[in-house]
């Protein structure tokens, strides 16, 4: 019977290749600095009406509590965002479980990963066509 061995399989790759997300509310000094966005989606920037023939996501977030981001990907429609705001760290609502710290940048929301001692942040562009953006200090 297969079954046995699906989930055999299964807990091996939770163990060893996934990340987790950061269940310790993170420090200002791990969440302060500029994270950028080294790839989108291909398939997301098709669509982009007017798309730039050169973009640059990144994430300025600010100790007074301010972010400022460029080329962000946002959805519906399919665009690169520049903005300014205030941002929120917080543990996210259900229904994902307490320890799940995330940033809250003008409504969207950014999960805070960490895979071994790597912390950097992931954006679900839209989770139904598997798009998302991860970004680094």
């Known amino acids: 019977m297969k ?9 091996i790759l939770a163990m060893v290749g996934c990340d987790n997300p950061v269940t310790v509310k993170p ?3 791990e969440i302060v600095g ?6 989108l989606p291909s398939s997301f920037v098709a669509e982009i009406v007017h798309a730039p023939s050169s973009y640059s996501p990144c994430i300025e977030i600010r100790a007074d509590g301010t972010f400022t981001t460029r080329d962000f990907p ?6 690169l ?3 300014n705001g205030t941002w929120e760290l917080t543990d996210y609502p259900t229904p994902s479980p307490k320890g799940n710290w995330m940033l809250n940048i003008g409504g969207e929301w950014i999960s805070i990963r960490s895979n071994g001692s790597d912390t950097y942040l992931r954006y679900w562009i839209d989770p139904v066509a598997n798009w998302k ?5």
Request: glycine share 0%.
């Open 3 to 11: 079954i046995p061995q699906l989930y055999t399989f299964a807990a």
């Open 27 to 29: 420090s200002s000094a």
């Open 34 to 39: 500029t994270w950028s966005c080294s790839e």
């Open 74 to 79: 946002l959805r519906d429609p399919a665009r």
């Open 81 to 83: 965002w520049t903005a």
């Open 133 to 137: 953006a991860e970004f680094t200090k």
